[in-house]
Nanobody, 124 residues
Framework: QVQLVESGGGLVQAGGSLRLSCAAS????????MGWFRQAPGKEREFVAA????????LYADSVKGRFTISRDKAKNTVYLQMNSLKPEDTAVYYC?????????????????WGRGTQVTVSS
């Protein structure tokens, strides 16, 4: 089992920045990649970014490319999502996820463990 706890969400004005953190515990040695997803009211959960556990691959949704950066600190078992130039359409609950297998990085079904989420609200 892997436990994930997100933090760092909040309310920010458009153009501002936030940094989300995801602290992993438990059998993190089984983790092959970590991802961030988000879900706005009435919408499906969507991929935001992913990083392999050794950090050699990072992937981003087109909507956040150039504004968001995913990174990880292996020593702290923590993954970060730095979000800059935030827009009102970035408003959502952001979820951290971990996967132990292979396959697509982009689909929620490929991830085995999930955090409870942290709310990000961007005002215009």
């Amino acid at each position: 089992q892997v436990q994930l706890v997100e933090s760092g969400g909040g309310l920010v004005q458009a153009g501002g920045s936030l940094r989300l953190s995801c602290a992993a515990s438990g059998r993190t040695s089984s983790t092959s990649a970590m991802g961030w997803f988000r879900q706005a009211p009435g919408k499906e959960r969507e991929f935001v970014a992913a990083i392999t556990w050794n950090g050699d691959i990072t992937l981003y949704a087109d909507s956040v490319k150039g504004r968001f950066t995913i990174s990880r600190d292996k020593a702290k078992n923590t993954v970060y999502l730095q979000m800059n130039s935030l827009k009102p359409e970035d408003t959502a609950v952001y979820y951290c996820a971990a996967r132990t297998g292979s396959g697509s990085y982009y689909h929620p079904s490929q991830y085995d463990y999930w955090g409870r989420g942290t709310q990000v609200t961007v005002s215009s």
